[in-house]
């Protein structure tokens, strides 16, 4: 006998008929689906520590066969309990109370007529929601995926707080009998692979986040029945069992162990709840050392993924000290440690760069709900303010040395200039090819940006947004890195990565490699093309700009190939702008954007061997280049303008690019850039102003030299 029917087998006489009864009873729907021919029993009655003396009702009427009174007893225990505690927003609803959301009201109705919004392609379903339904035109598999995640549920359960209105009540129940109709749990590993609706990362999110909030809105009115309050009850015992035997890796594992710790601690109710919730919280903490790393970098190395499992980390804290479960003190340490690497990677508009599969992430949300944890951080309000009350951040230069990333900065305010230099590993999931790319901002605007990810799906613009050509690097014959091809386990480092960075008053510097390591290569062919060794000098104004709050700076790029072999090779450094209008010009050679009222930046390349410059925008033949992905859910790709600056040669080359920010309305004070080789095999370039200034840049030498220019 399966373990089903045994459970099944020690029921009380009637009780699975009964079950199949209070099952089948669904709320009717609109174009009524037909249920499935086979439906799954529930256990809920079976599932339930009878014993708990709160449930006395409960257990006296399961005993005496009186199906109806046990499930009209177990409703009204659960709408009248105190605890377990959800989070606040999961109110009773309070119509009148405050003034009504219009674009909730709107998006809630929308979906109570079953116009379903997911990754911004809507889809009406006529007949009720098809729930293995694919509207999208190339038959996108995420759309799916997230249309099982019940996002908008969150939407009917808010408007139903502010309004009271039966309908959104009755519309949630409508959907979820559907959904359990049309989707019972898989019984095999094949089927679990397979179903679309029980990838174990939708079932996490669902228990954590849509059916939580529709449960603790809902729960009260009565427009929900008490069937369907049992039947939902069914629903999450059986996502529990689910997830307690199906997880998975990396921050899909955050969000299935959250959903599962979830349940535990808000049904202890369910004989099950504590071995669910100690092996949720043994998980997470276990993750907290394996995925983030002692910088405090999650080890996907993607902005918007260290963002999700910090979140999950965080929400499993804070409903944990809700209801006064312990959790390990390693477990609040490393979650600090989440949230300093995100204050201070954070460029001065308090936004994420997005790195690998990622978008810009504004990080003053986060940091407002961290302070309901770690309270007495005053830089964590600074930033949840956006700096109205708490303390400024200390310093201004940071490495994360596992992660191989530096961050240079002039200082914490929206108009300060700042690098973030990435030379780390190429993380456990969500890649990108960008090994020594990079990310400035100034004078209140990102202005050589990272595109950021494109949509999961297989496509060529996929392949592009993750690649090397989309990305601050260098090609070499028209090659780009090449890293991804082994097993994730590989891109996990257990000690700091090389690079060298060292940071003064008045000059940051940063060194690393790429092609050194045996995993390090170049194309489809894997090929050990040259050593590409990049040095960033960015060189700050130790006094404020005029008529400025804050400190100026530019950014000195100096890259050195070495190449395999004594072949003649091009090398093509690409930097991504954030602008509308760029131009090259001659006299100095610089490319530079000219957008009116806006930041802008110059960029002026020398080289050992000769230099060109163009701008790219747009291109699709022989191969993309120019495109940053706009848009909300699925992504379209829209050209933007890429510098190329490329030099050639045999044997080792030098090349410089000096990248100056300009505020707006500002001319270029650069009259020229020149390279000088007065020492073997190192290069300095200088940097010449039009008040007779000259900067001098060494690779390996972190004083600046300053001196007036005689010829000028």
């Known amino acids: 006998m399966t373990r089903r029917g045994e459970r099944l087998g020690r029921m009380?006489?009637?009780?699975?008929?009964?079950?199949?009864?209070?099952?089948?009873?669904?709320?009717p729907v609109r174009g009524q689906i037909p249920p499935p021919p086979t439906v799954e029993m529930p256990t809920v009655f079976a599932a339930l520590d009878l014993n708990l003396p709160a449930l006395d009702a409960v257990r006296k009427a399961v005993s005496e066969e009186r199906w109806d009174a046990a499930t009209a007893h177990l409703a009204a225990y659960y709408r009248h309990r105190k605890t377990p505690v959800y989070f606040s927003g999961a109110s009773p609803a309070r119509p009148g109370a405050g003034p009504a959301d219009a674009a909730l009201l709107t998006r809630a109705d929308r979906a109570a007529e079953d116009t379903i919004t997911v990754l911004g392609v809507s889809h009406p379903f006529a007949n009720g929601i098809d729930w293995r339904a694919n509207p999208t035109r190339d038959k996108y598999r995420e759309w799916t995926w997230q249309l099982n995640r019940h996002g908008w549920w969150r939407d009917l359960a808010a408007a139903y707080r502010q309004t009271g209105k039966a309908a959104y009540v009755h519309a949630f129940a409508r959907q979820m009998n559907g959904w359990l109709r049309q989707c019972p749990p898989p019984g095999g590993e094949k089927q679990v692979s397979e179903n679309p609706a029980w990838r174990p990362l939708e079932a996490g999110i669902r228990m954590s986040g849509p059916w939580m909030a529709a449960f603790f809105a809902f729960r009260d009115s009565p427009a929900f029945s008490s069937a369907d309050l049992v039947r939902m009850l069914d629903a999450f015992f059986r996502h529990g069992r689910y997830l307690a035997r199906h997880h998975t890796s990396g921050n899909r594992l955050t969000h299935e162990m959250k959903g599962l710790f979830f349940l535990g601690v808000l049904f202890p109710e369910f004989s099950e709840a504590a071995r669910w919730r100690d092996m949720a919280a043994q998980t997470l903490t276990g993750q907290l050392s394996r995925q983030v790393y002692p910088d405090g970098v999650q080890f996907e190395l993607s902005t918007t993924y260290h963002k999700i499992a910090y979140e999950n980390f965080l929400d499993v804290c804070r409903l944990a000290r809700l209801n006064g479960v312990a959790l390990p003190a390693v477990y609040s340490r490393r979650l600090e440690h989440m949230l300093d690497y995100m204050l201070y990677a954070a460029m001065p508009n308090g936004v994420l760069p997005a790195l690998n599969d990622a978008g810009p992430i504004p990080i003053a949300g986060t940091m407002e709900r961290a302070l309901a944890v770690f309270p007495a951080r005053a830089d964590f309000r600074w930033a949840a303010t956006w700096g109205r009350l708490g303390t400024r951040p200390q310093g201004k230069g940071r490495v994360f040395p596992y992660a191989g990333q530096v961050v240079m900065r002039t200082g914490w305010h929206h108009q300060d200039a700042y690098v973030l230099f990435d030379a780390g590993p190429f993380g456990y999931g969500h890649q990108h090819e960008d090994k020594l790319s990079f990310v400035f901002y100034?004078?209140?605007?990102?202005?050589?940006?990272?595109?950021?990810?494109?949509?999961?799906?297989?496509?060529?613009?996929?392949?592009?947004?993750?690649?090397?050509?989309?990305?601050?690097?260098?090609?070499?014959?028209?090659?780009?890195?090449?890293?991804?091809?082994?097993?994730?386990?590989?891109?996990?480092v257990h000690k700091p990565v090389s690079l060298d960075c060292k940071f003064t008053p008045s000059l940051d510097y940063a060194r690393a490699d790429f092609g050194r390591e045996t995993i390090e290569r170049w194309g489809e062919r894997r090929l050990a093309l040259a050593v590409h060794t990049r040095h960033l000098f960015f060189q700050k104004a130790t006094t404020p700009l005029p008529g400025k709050r804050t400190g100026g700076g530019y950014l000195v790029v100096f890259d050195q190939y070495r190449p395999a072999d004594d072949a003649h090779h091009c090398y093509e450094a690409l930097f991504h702008l954030d602008a509308a209008t760029v131009d090259v010009f001659s006299s100095p050679l610089r490319v530079e954007t000219r957008d009116a009222g806006s930041a802008n930046i110059a960029i002026l390349p020398v080289a050992t061997g000769a230099v060109a410059a163009r701008v790219v925008r747009g291109r699709e033949v022989p191969d993309l280049l120019g495109w940053i992905p706009r848009g909300k859910g699925r992504k379209t790709p829209v050209p933007s303008p890429v510098a190329v600056m490329a030099t050639a040669g045999s044997g080792a080359q030098w090349a410089a690019h000096v990248l100056y920010p300009l505020p707006p309305g500002e001319n270029l004070p650069v009259t020229g850039v020149e390279l000088v080789c007065d020492m073997p095999d190192t290069p300095t370039v200088l940097v010449r102003f039009r008040d007779g200034r000259v900067d001098a840049f060494t690779p390996g030498h972190y004083k600046l030299s300053q001196k007036k220019d005689r010829a000028h």
């Open 442 to 492: 100034a004078h209140g605007k990102p202005l050589v940006i990272d595109p950021g990810n494109f949509d999961y799906d297989d496509s060529r613009w996929r392949r592009y947004f993750t690649g090397p050509a989309a990305h601050n690097t260098v090609l070499v014959d028209g090659t780009g890195q090449k890293r991804a091809g082994a097993p994730r386990k590989a891109y996990v």
């Open 12 to 27: 009380p006489a009637g009780l699975g008929w009964f079950c199949c009864l209070l099952f089948l009873c669904a709320v």
